[in-house]
């Protein structure tokens, strides 16, 4: 895939939006590295930088204050969907997420949402284990090796 139109699918409020400001730093077979504004107004930050890591199931995000120091690391659980013929990249919210803060405290939030969105059929039980899975498998990331790995595409986009 080669600089695809990326789109952002959620279930909790159920919307597409397309991602045409997002300026795409790295894209190969594995990971997709952008930069990026807000789409609304947001209080605590105001642009970051993201890595979809496309075959372990999540996205690290830089968020970034106005004033550019940083406000955490978020990281959301995800799929994609990618339409090849018109290179569309569709990256799938899977509701749970990891906020990872600058002094190292990490907090788990939006189960309740995934719960929600199963409830209400919203997701079928293959995209529950999905997300399940995949936040199993960040949060072992974290625990056992800390945020460096997974960093370093974004700040390697950075300092280049």
Known sequence: ???PILYRKRFIPNEII???DDVILECNDSILVTKWKTLGK???FSHGYSCLY???GYKVSKFL???GSLCCWYCDIVTYDYNKSDNILTTIDLLADVIVYPDGRINVVDLDELAEAFEKK???ESLLKKSLLS???LLDE???NGMSNLIKPIESRIQN
Do not use: A, G, S
């Open 1 to 3: 895939m080669k600089n």
């Open 18 to 20: 397309k991602l045409k």
């Open 42 to 44: 947001v209080h605590d």
């Open 54 to 56: 496309l075959n372990e």
């Open 65 to 67: 204050k106005p004033d």
């Open 122 to 124: 919203l997701i079928d």
């Open 135 to 137: 936040l199993n498998r």
């Open 142 to 144: 974290i625990y056992k």
